[in-house]
């Protein structure tokens, strides 16, 4: 990770993401099983290496924790919310094609996205915890 700017390994995630989002949508059996496990694997393994070098990279180590903390406040929303699009899907149309293929759409225009993202201008003075803003 210290080798690579996080933003240019968020679409390797996404597109194993999106994968395992399509995969469902479009087959089973066995092998479909398989990939999907393995898509699914390596999307969060690399999700959780770019969040652990990314936050410190791109936000500095000073506020640290309240930055973890308030993402995972997020994190846990969208636990809490996620499974409302595939019951919707599920009371509307029957089965769980459209919203697997809107979360692949989803994580697919999240990767793309990642490109535009530029890494955050730092000032010249870094900040510290106790220093005041003049």
Not at 16 to 28: D, I
């Amino acid at each position: 990770m210290d080798h690579y700017e996080p933003r240019h390994l968020v679409p390797l995630a996404m597109l194993m993401l999106a994968l395992a989002s399509g995969l469902p949508a479009f087959g089973s059996g066995i092998a479909v099983s398989v990939l999907y496990a393995l898509s699914l694997g390596g999307a969060y393994g690399s999700q959780q290496a770019i969040n652990a070098a990314g936050y410190a990279q791109y936000f500095g180590r000073d506020h640290l924790g309240a930055i973890r903390g308030a993402s995972f406040v997020f994190g846990i929303a969208g636990a809490a919310f996620g499974p409302l699009p595939f019951a919707a899907s599920i009371d509307w149309t029957g089965s769980y094609t459209a919203v697997l293929i809107g979360c692949c759409a989803l994580c697919l225009t999240c990767g793309t996205g990642a490109f535009a993202v530029k890494r955050p201008f730092w000032s010249t003075k870094p900040m510290s915890n106790c220093e005041q803003p003049s």
